[in-house]
């Protein structure tokens, strides 16, 4: 009985697009569920588009009731979206492209990608026929993923896709999304070429980590590191812009730093070590000890030196973890001198004491115990200042600086008589009063 209730009640919605819509929902639902009122629902939809005078909006709820009849699985719906295809011509070319474009995703949404394709190319203007193509190949390539059945016709269909899709940025977008179809299906040199394809500087920068990450994730990435580095002349070549560094951060950051470094190495150039490790440091710093682990002593030390300078320019006390494991990969000197810079700016004091210790440069001891022994200065301690200057080894660096603290230490030993004498003749004058 509420079913029938239902049906009566549809008739009483004014708008006669939101009725037919609404008679092609109740339809879709009977349907599913074998339901024998689902013809009458449907052919009360088709009755109600005679109420909708505007061509477009008519076209409109055809296409629902066409998306509804896909949906229950009744074949008529092809027959409907044929209908549309033909009445479409009678439109402005905006309002058909718009419609051509809704009526190619529901199709693909059903499942029918042939008449997808065939509606979106016929969609007039370029940026819109393109986008709504790559849209498909997007659409497509996630139902492999998800369900990697019929894979040899869809790729095909794919393929006549990319066909259509002749303009920059639309075919390396969908070439994107292809490759992360062929990397689900396990096809990792087809993904590699898909990726050659790319025409895009920036989509090709996107695909070349989005491929790193993925193959890492899969732990098959130290396999393919040869294709790796083909690939990464290739765009290199062809955009004048080193890939080596993009794929280096992408391995780092995956956890890869062995591969990462070996990656760098093949170039030979040390400044894009310091370029992937800052990048590290900006992207996933907690990445930084298994990149700084594969380095060589020479590397770690440069490396070091940057990351160290880049902290040093913006500092925080959540960055020691950071820098405590940049000292514990790098064994130079300097590196140190600047991690014992980093404690005193942090206040942490007594560990910069300590790096400063065990420094056995001289230049570098001496500068790094005259800063620890300033900061005790600034705290009042003489005492502490007076023992870490005598740890100075340069001895002209450490008269200079003993002789600042003294005259420090006088100057606040001055500053206490004076205050005493002032709090003493404010008391005589108070009790003269």
């Known amino acids: 009985m509420l079913v029938l209730e239902v049906l009566e009640s549809v008739k009483e919605i004014p708008d006669p697009y939101v009725r037919t819509v609404t008679y092609a929902r109740v339809g879709e639902e009977l349907a599913k569920r074998a339901h024998p009122l689902y013809k009458r629902a449907f052919l009360s939809a088709f009755e109600s588009l005679a109420s909708i005078d505007d061509p477009f909006t008519m076209l409109k709820a055809l296409l629902s009731i066409g998306v509804s009849l896909g949906r229950a699985k009744i074949k008529a719906y092809k027959k409907v979206f044929s209908r549309i295809f033909l009445e479409s011509r009678s439109l402005s070319p905006p309002q ?193 000890g298994v990149f700084l682990g594969a380095l060589s002593e020479d590397e770690a030390r440069a490396v070091g030196k940057a990351l160290m300078n880049r902290i040093l320019e913006e500092l925080g006390p959540g960055k020691k973890e950071i820098v405590n494991t940049i000292a514990r990969f790098s064994r130079s000197e300097e590196v140190w001198a600047k991690v014992a810079r980093f404690y005193t700016l942090v206040g942490d004091i007594e560990s910069a004491r300590k790096i400063g210790l065990v420094l056995q440069n001289q230049r570098l001891r001496s500068i790094v115990m005259a800063d620890v022994a300033h900061h005790y200065l600034k705290q009042g301690d003489v005492e502490r200042a007076v023992d870490t200057a005598l740890e100075v080894r340069d001895r002209r660096f450490a008269s200079i600086l003993m002789s600042e603290i003294l005259i420090k230490a006088l100057q606040e030993e001055l500053k206490g008589v004076s205050n005493g004498k002032v709090k003493v003749a404010n008391r005589k004058a108070g009790e003269q009063a």
Request: without cysteine; glycine residues 6%.
């Open 96 to 288: 058909r492209d718009e419609l051509l474009k809704m009526a190619s995703l529901s199709l693909l949404s059903l499942g029918d990608i042939g008449e997808a394709i065939t509606f979106a190319v016929e969609i007039s203007d370029d940026d819109l026929r393109q986008v709504t193509l790559v849209s498909l190949v997007r659409g497509i390539s996630r139902s492999l993923e998800l369900k990697p059945i019929k894979t040899a016709y869809r790729l095909r269909k794919i393929r006549l896709i990319l066909e259509y899709i002749t303009d920059e940025p639309y075919r390396s977008k969908a070439l994107l999304e292809l490759s992360k179809a062929l990397i689900a299906l396990g096809s990792y040199e087809s993904a590699f070429s898909a990726v050659r394809e790319m025409n895009s500087q920036e989509w090709a920068k996107q695909a070349f980590k989005e491929l790193a990450f993925r193959l890492s994730e899969l732990g098959v990435i130290e396999r393919y590191a040869d294709s790796f580095i083909a690939l990464a002349e290739e765009l290199s070549k062809k955009f004048g812009e080193g890939f080596i560094p993009e794929l280096s951060t992408a391995l780092a950051l995956a956890g890869r730093g062995e591969l990462a470094v070996g990656m760098l190495r093949k170039v030979g150039d040390m400044n894009l070590f310091e370029r992937v490790a800052l990048d590290v440091l900006d992207k996933n710093p907690s990445s930084l």
